[in-house]
């Protein structure tokens, strides 16, 4: 059974530490979601075609880092 992430309203003690622990727990869980929703999603990126003279990184791997930046 998933665990839902949330914070209790008037948490401010605990609210930074939860805050951090939450926003790890989402960058762990967001592949896992991703995958589990659209297993073609990465093969899907890979097909993109990739432009640039310089590539250290695979365009899919920074296409999910963008995506990534907007999970926290």
Do not use: A, V, W
Not at 23 to 49: C, M, Y
Request: hydrophobic residues 25%.
């Amino acid at each position: 059974m998933p665990r839902s992430i949330s914070l209790q309203h008037g948490d401010k003690e605990n609210s930074r530490k939860s805050i951090k622990d939450i926003s790890k727990e989402l960058t762990h869980q967001l592949p896992k979601t991703i995958k589990h929703f659209f297993p073609k999603f990465n093969k899907s990126l890979r097909k993109i075609p990739d432009y640039r003279k310089r590539t250290d990184y695979e365009l899919s791997e920074i296409l999910m880092g963008g995506i990534s930046m907007y999970t926290h």
